[in-house]
């Protein structure tokens, strides 16, 4: 009995190694793939509207296509007058348009699960270009562009997209070293603890 319980110890070791590295694999799929995909936004403001002039309360909510919460985003909103008629606004992208310095700029907080909040004062005027920045993740950016219109009637809710983006080099060769080193350090503790249980089996087996 003690020979099958130190076999199933070896066994059991030798297995630690390659699940380490499954684990680490998935964590690396799953991070890199985090923002991999389209998030849905909406923006609302309290008062609705708000009188000419006066502070009010913007809402951010952040669902992904499954309409699940995306939460702890880190969420910047820049506020800017309409450009002429005849300008574009900028796309939807995943790299800093060049806009001329913003009339207001807000980090947004999270007062809950997917819904970030921040109070805004603008000088009274016809409409707004609000950039929506999400900063989520170090290098990596995607922003949408949304038109407020503060003519006197209510806003509503104001949709937006902000594009999928891709994982920065500098976070791969982070995960790369995460994927290589997790497993790696498993191996040491494992092989270190079958080198531990080998005399404490072989005291046994001469017990017997």
Do not use: C, K
């Amino acid at each position: 009995m003690n020979r099958n319980r130190a076999g199933r110890t070896r066994r059991v070791g030798a297995s630690a190694p390659a699940l380490a590295a499954a684990f680490a694999l998935a964590l690396l799929v799953g991070t890199a793939h985090a923002h991999a995909t389209l998030v849905f936004g909406t923006v609302r403001i309290e008062p609705d509207p708000p009188p000419p002039g006066t502070a009010f309360s913007l809402t951010l909510t952040l669902e992904d296509p499954a309409l699940a919460p995306v939460e702890d985003a880190v969420v910047f909103v820049e506020a800017r007058p309409m450009p002429s008629a005849d300008a574009a606004l900028p796309s939807p992208s995943t790299e800093a348009p060049a806009l001329p310095p913003p009339l207001r700029a807000e980090r947004l907080i999270e007062v809950a699960p997917a819904v970030y909040r921040a109070e805004f004062e603008l000088p009274a005027g016809d409409a707004y270009h609000l950039l929506v920045r999400d900063q989520t993740y170090q290098w990596e950016e995607a922003n949408a562009s949304v038109v407020l219109p503060l003519l006197g009637s209510p806003v509503g809710e104001l949709p937006f997209i902000l594009p999928p983006t891709q994982v920065a080099p500098r976070s791969l060769w982070t995960w790369i070293v995460w994927l290589v080193g997790l497993p790696l350090l498993a191996g040491i503790v494992v092989t270190l603890l079958v080198l531990r249980s080998r005399p404490a089996a072989g005291r046994s087996e001469s017990g017997a």
